[in-house]
């Protein structure tokens, strides 16, 4: 089973400030990672796949890189409605495991 | 427009069963591959089980092997989780998701299971 690791676990920025959240995979995973968004109480929503194209709709303000096994997912300018946990997932192998998730809070 | 609507859930003692269910509209159900993901109160995603467009391939995660079982109805465009001896450990919000590239492109709002006596 593939490891992902997201970092920070907690990550508080300003709102217009840049927010940088990381995600590591034990194996490579190519590009073959999705990032989404959870806000309290609502179901996770698909922000970014194949480690870097926006989902349907989603901000230009969102945008991720990084192959194998170091990824990035970069938001450029923080608004109120971005304040949420993020997670990464990789999608080469079963299990289609996740990241244990990384909190964007108001500073 | 895609929409997942789960029911099903409630609250359980342990060793008991419930099934959730996952009904599907706005979108082809029978094409797409379907997944099962948890979310413990407070904690981040796992993946549950898995489940072909033809239902012919299933997988399990191996917290929930033996104990599960995920099954569609391509007729009604509807997706269960038949969960059976059920464990405090089981107490989630359950999430049904489509799944035709790999990545789960929509999810439903989820179900909350509590196992507790």
């Known amino acids: 089973e593939i490891v992902m690791t997201q970092s920070p676990a907690t990550l508080s920025v300003s709102p217009g400030e840049r927010a940088t959240l990381s995600c590591r995979a034990s194996?490579?995973?190519?590009?073959?990672l999705a990032w989404y968004q959870q806000k309290p109480g609502q179901a996770p929503r698909l922000l970014i796949y194949?480690?870097?194209t926006r989902a349907t709709g989603i901000s230009a303000r969102f945008s991720g890189r990084g192959s194998g096994t170091e990824f990035t997912l970069t938001i450029s300018s923080l608004q109120s409605e971005d304040f949420a946990l993020y997670h990464c997932?990789?999608?080469?192998?079963?299990?289609?495991?996740f990241g244990q998730g990384t909190k964007v809070e108001i500073k | 427009e895609v929409q997942l609507v789960e029911s099903g859930g409630g609250l359980v003692q342990p060793g008991g069963s419930l099934r959730v269910s996952c009904e599907a509209s706005?979108?082809?159900?029978?094409?797409?591959?379907m997944h099962w993901v948890r979310q413990a109160p407070g904690k981040g995603l796992v993946w549950v089980s898995l489940?072909?467009?033809?239902?012919?391939?299933?997988s399990y995660a191996d917290s929930v092997k033996g104990r599960f079982t995920i099954s569609r109805d391509n007729a009604k465009d509807t997706l269960f989780l038949q969960m059976n001896d059920l464990r405090a450990e089981d107490t989630a919000v359950y999430y049904c998701?489509?799944?035709?590239?790999?990545?789960?492109?929509?999810w439903g709002q989820g179900a909350l299971v509590t196992v507790s006596s």
């Open positions: 998701a489509t799944d035709l590239h790999g990545y789960f492109d929509d």
């Open positions: 194996q490579s995973v190519g590009s073959n």
């Open positions: 194949g480690a870097s």
């Open positions: 489940i072909s467009s033809d239902g012919t391939i299933t």
């Open positions: 706005g979108f082809t159900f029978s094409t797409y591959w």
């Open positions: 997932q990789q999608y080469i192998n079963w299990p289609k495991t």
